[in-house]
Each structure stands twice: as structure tokens, then as C-alpha cells.
T-cell receptor, first 117, second 116 residues
Framework: GAVVSQHPSRVICKSGTSVKIECRSL??????MFWYRQFPKQSLMLMAT?????????EQGVEKDKFLINHASLTLSTLTVTSAHPEDSSFYIC?????????????FGDGTRLSIL | AQKVTQAQTEISVVEKEDVTLDCVYE???????LFWYKQPPSGELVFLIR??????QNEISGRYSWNFQKSTSSFNFTITASQVVDSAVYFC?????????????FGQGTRLTINP
């Protein structure tokens, strides 16, 4: 149980393109999903917390207009990297808190490797 | 602010050796949760364990064991009789209940290489 699916797994596109990444909880409802960014050989840095039916909460230093987050249903959150540039190239990974109490562990998607040429 | 330190950036051992990954954390909260995640080369994060701040019992799961000591703010992870498949980056993480969204703070990770 508690499977999180992330799509696409890899994206290569030209500078200026907008890229949408989907994060789905397959077998449970997730009122809260998280988006992380990971640079090579570095740790995961939380970008934003996505709450179903409300605006996402962004961490300090993360551009809201650059990284658009939509959490329209209890099983789907999307991250759109708008007008992507080479410096946006990174590994993006989402997670969803498991069902039940708020202290449930986060279950992660397989990540999306974004390469902007 | 909360902080997680994994001082060992990389560890390399020969298969069948035991290996311990260190994790030290900082928090002002009395209620918090600690986690270990495994990230194999494919990139996904695999949940290994969660421990709450009120439970200092050590835990064993097969070849994996965890030693939680509040006195030293440490939550170390030991792999016994390591195998090549254990090669991965391991992250220790802290979640504080005081934060409404239960955000995770990750350590820098320890890259573990098990050589045949």
C-alpha cells in the first residue's frame, strides 16, 4: 500500500519550455503532498507543500511564479516549471503523507529527472 | 531551527562487513519523528523506518538495526552482513509535529558502497 506514482520519469527539453510533472497517490487519498528538489550528490530540499483545494505553501527562496503547484484532487498534485532554463535542471521528487494520522511517513514517487538544454 | 547531520559523506566496505551510518539531529521540540530513507541509483526514495521521540527502544528488522539515543540526539543505522544490494545513498530525516505540515528535514546523505 501507499504507492506514489510520478510522471514523467525523465524530461529533456529546450530552454523556455514549460514542463508539468504529475504526482499521484495510487491507493490512498493524500490531502498533503510535498515537492522536493535534489541536485546531483546533494540532499533533498523541500520546495513546497501542496494542500488539496488550497494554495501551496512555498519554502523561502522558491519562486511561486516559477514553480506552479496545483493540487486539485485528493490523489493528484502537479508541479509546472514555467519557462524552464538550464539552472532548473535537477531531480524533482514528490511525496505524499500516508493515510491516517498526520505523523504517517511520507511515501515518495520515483522522481523526475529534468534536463533543460 | 531543526537540523540533521550525517557526517559520513561516503562509506565503502567489503561485502559481509557490518557498517554503521551516523545521524545526529537538532530540534527544540519534545515531540518529533526520525526517519531513514534509502535512495538506490535509480533515484526513488525507499522508506526504511520511522521512530517517534518518545520511543527509545532500539529496533531490528532483518539485517537492519537502529539505535536511537535522545541523550546524544543520535539515530544511527547499522547494516549487518552487508550485501552489494545495500549500495545506495541513505538519508536520515527529522519531522517535527509542531510544524503544521509535518515537513521533513533531510541530512546530507551517506553514500554507501558495498564491494563484492
Amino acid at each position: 500500500g501507499a504507492v506514489v506514482s510520478q510522471h514523467p520519469s525523465r524530461v529533456i527539453c529546450k530552454s523556455g519550455t514549460s514542463v508539468k510533472i504529475e504526482c499521484r497517490s495510487l491507493d490512498f487519498q493524500a490531502t498533503t503532498m510535498f515537492w522536493y528538489r535534489q541536485f546531483p550528490k546533494q540532499s533533498l530540499m523541500l520546495m513546497a507543500t501542496s494542500n488539496e483545494g488550497s494554495k501551496a505553501t512555498y519554502e523561502q527562496g522558491v519562486e511561486k511564479d516559477k514553480f506552479l503547484i496545483n493540487h486539485a484532487s485528493l490523489t493528484l498534485s502537479t508541479l509546472t516549471v514555467t519557462s524552464a532554463h538550464p539552472e532548473d535542471s535537477s531531480f524533482y521528487i514528490c511525496s505524499a503523507r500516508g493515510p491516517g494520522y498526520s505523523n504517517q511517513p511520507q511515501h515518495f514517487g520515483d522522481g523526475t529527472r529534468l534536463s533543460i538544454l | 531551527a531543526q537540523k540533521v547531520t550525517q557526517a559520513q559523506t561516503e562509506i565503502s566496505v567489503v561485502e559481509k562487513e557490518d557498517v554503521t551510518l551516523d545521524c545526529v539531529y537538532e530540534t527544540r521540540d519534545t515531540t518529533y519523528y526520525l526517519f531513514w530513507y534509502k535512495q538506490p541509483p535509480s533515484g526513488e526514495l525507499v522508506f526504511l523506518i520511522r521512530r517517534n521521540s518518545f520511543d527509545e527502544q532500539n529496533e531490528i528488522s532483518g539485517r537492519y538495526s537502529w539505535n536511537f539515543q535522545k541523550s546524544t540526539s543520535s539515530f544511527n543505522f547499522t547494516i549487518t552482513a552487508s550485501q552489494v544490494v545495500d549500495s545506495a545513498v541513505y538519508f536520515c530525516a527529522l519531522s517535527e509535529e509542531s510544524q503544521g505540515a509535518q515537513k521533513l528535514v533531510f541530512g546530507q546523505g551517506t553514500r554507501l558502497t558495498i564491494n563484492p
